[in-house]
Nanobody, 121 residues
Framework: QVQLVESGGGLVQPGGSMRLSCAVSGQIYNIASVSWHRQVPGYQRELVAA???????NYPDFAKGRFTISIDNSANAAYLQINNLKPEDTAVYYC???????????????WGQGTQVTVSS
């Protein structure tokens, strides 16, 4: 059974940095792609970063230069590095992974449980 376990959220001061992790529990072949999203209560979930394994990454304008997404297939994990955090970055952050359990087989999609990031002095 594949599950995603997120970690790394918490309270940080404005201007600080944070690294969110999304680890895959259960046996898989590889992570094909990852995206990170965030949600504030009362608002729609929004994309903050996306990438395919071995491919380029994409960011919305507010995330360019501050957010960095990455995949480590040797660790079965994906990451989101956020620098120069701002109060408006406060949200629950979710990872969304497409994983392949066996070579050549279709991918399956999974959401992480979410991790709270609070930016406040």
């Amino acid at each position: 059974q594949v599950q995603l376990v997120e970690s790394g959220g918490g309270l940080v001061q404005p201007g600080g940095s944070m690294r969110l992790s999304c680890a895959v529990s259960g046996q898989i072949y590889n992570i094909a792609s990852v995206s990170w999203h965030r949600q504030v209560p009362g608002y729609q979930r929004e994309l903050v970063a996306a990438m395919a394994s071995g491919g380029g990454s994409n960011y919305p304008d507010f995330a360019k230069g501050r957010f960095t997404i990455s995949i480590d297939n040797s660790a079965n994990a994906a990451y989101l590095q956020i620098n120069n955090l701002k109060p408006e970055d406060t949200a629950v952050y979710y990872c969304f992974l497409s994983v392949r359990k066996y070579p050549g087989r279709p991918t399956r999609d999974y959401w992480g449980q979410g991790t709270q990031v609070t930016v406040s002095s």
